[in-house]
């Protein structure tokens, strides 16, 4: 419980007058913020903290303007209007506030107000530092989907750490026109799948059904797989198949497929996997936008886990040629035009055929974001908008193991979180072996 709060706003002191023109694929998110919150087992010194923050958002502007409505659609300005950082103090431990980190309620975040910030009323990023009670500090962001994905806002957390550290601070690419910098990068054809479509009116209102209920209607439940558990699958997987397989392969295979079993659903059902397409067009790490693409899969409804990861593995190897679709989309959308953009549900979206989307943060950097010499001591992604199917992964407690996070209907949630769904995502898992114990005292943690 958050018992008190100040509040200040962060400028970076220059305004660069740099204007963002958005594409179409971020006008789609027009309507999304994403928050995710930092544990760390210190206090922070709020005063470094907010001097690093300015420094990072002259390196990363982006995340200090405001958006308007430009000719041509969405543009971001680079106006320095500011990051709201509040600093709070909390009733509650880090293990107490880490296992509360996933309810909207939390207090740990402010999430940012898309709608508003869409009219550029709002900020486009937020900063929550709280003070916990054992003398730890949560970290809680939040930001306009329409900057750019994950590894865009990991590019402003990276430049922050870097500024405070004193280290060198990552590259940071901005194309003034998204749409153009698409062009000069995607090839002249792709896949030719479309990632999104426009639901008919009954659909539609099934669609806004799911986002009215979804608090009511959907639990978050957090899984930790040891290092060990992924070891383990690797190897009895890629010996049955003979494919060699990443963490990310295997544990999303498990998990889906448990997932499925433990709603005996008898269904042949879609996996959707984003990825982050840089490598695969050639694009630097620190470029900003959201560059994301989609792996679809078509799941067997008695699916073996094995087969899904090499199926999984194969996709993501030959992503570029098989699965990439940004162009097919960008002229979709285009087509569609700007009025009806609204209207438009990526396929992933689709919680009337249980569509589950499993996006990878692990590698992404998160316990690389050192203040004050204090690596994090947990991560994860904090409840915006809480949409059945839609799941997380990423590195364990102090980067060890991985962490899921994953919405799913309320009885089914449950279902996972009992002795049945614990042995059966557990099935890896040797009974002797020691957890961490920060994942002891999670005491929601399946």
Not at 140 to 156: E, K, Y
Not at 320 to 348: I, K, M
Not at 389 to 418: C, D, H, Y
Request: hydrophobic share 45%; glycine share 8%; with cysteine.
């Amino acid at each position: 419980m958050i018992r008190s709060a100040q509040s200040r706003t962060i400028h970076a002191g220059h305004v660069s007058g740099a204007v963002v023109r958005c594409g179409v694929s971020d006008a789609m998110l027009a309507e999304l913020p994403v928050s995710v919150v930092f544990f760390y087992d210190r206090e922070l010194d709020p005063d470094r903290l907010a001097v690093g923050l300015a420094e990072a958002l002259r390196l990363v502007p982006p995340f200090g303007g405001r958006l308007r409505a430009g000719a041509d659609g969405l543009e971001i300005v680079c106006s320095d209007a500011g990051v709201p950082l509040v600093l709070a103090d909390a009733a509650e431990t880090l293990p107490e506030a880490m296992s509360r980190m996933t309810l909207g309620s939390s207090g740990y975040v402010d999430h940012v107000e898309a709608n508003r910030a869409q009219s550029g009323e709002a900020p486009l990023f937020t900063v929550k530092v709280s003070r916990l009670a054992d003398g730890g500090t949560a970290l809680g962001c939040s930001w306009h989907h329409v900057i750019g994905d994950v590894q865009s806002f990991m590019t402003l957390m990276l430049a922050w750490s870097a500024a405070v550290e004193g280290t060198e601070p990552p590259e940071v690419g901005m194309a003034a026109d998204r749409e153009v910098f698409l062009d000069a990068v995607l090839p002249a054809v792709d896949s030719g799948r479309l990632g999104f479509r426009v639901p008919e009116p009954a659909e539609a209102e099934l669609l806004a059904h799911e986002f009215r209920t979804a608090p009511r209607a959907n639990r978050t439940v957090q899984v930790y797989f040891t290092d060990a558990e992924v070891a383990a699958m690797k190897a009895e997987f890629g010996a049955a198949t003979g494919v060699r397989l990443s963490a990310n392969d295997v544990l999303a295979a498990h998990v889906v497929t448990t997932v499925r079993q433990l709603d005996e659903d008898g269904e042949a059902r879609d996996l959707v996997l984003p990825v982050n397409v840089r490598r695969h067009l050639g694009v630097p790490a620190g470029e900003l936008g959201n560059l994301l693409g989609e792996v679809m899969l078509r799941c067997a409804p008695a699916g073996m886990p094995a087969e899904l990861a090499a199926g999984i593995r194969a996709a993501v190897d030959g992503f570029a040629t098989e699965h990439l679709s940004l162009r097919t989309n960008r002229d979709f959308l285009a087509s569609v035009g700007r009025d009806r953009l609204r209207d438009c549900v990526p396929l992933g979206f689709d919680p009337a055929n249980k569509t589950f989307t499993l996006s990878s943060w692990s590698k992404a950097g998160v316990y690389q974001v050192a203040f004050e010499g204090c690596r994090p001591l947990a991560f994860s992604p904090g409840a915006s908008v809480q949409l059945p199917w839609v799941a997380w992964m990423v590195e364990g407690f102090a980067g060890s193991g991985q962490l899921l996070t994953v919405v799913l209907p309320t009885r089914l949630a449950a279902r996972l979180r009992g002795e049945e769904g614990r042995a059966a995502l557990h099935r890896y898992r040797d009974p002797a072996e020691r957890l961490p114990e920060l994942a002891v005292q999670m005491k929601k943690l399946a």
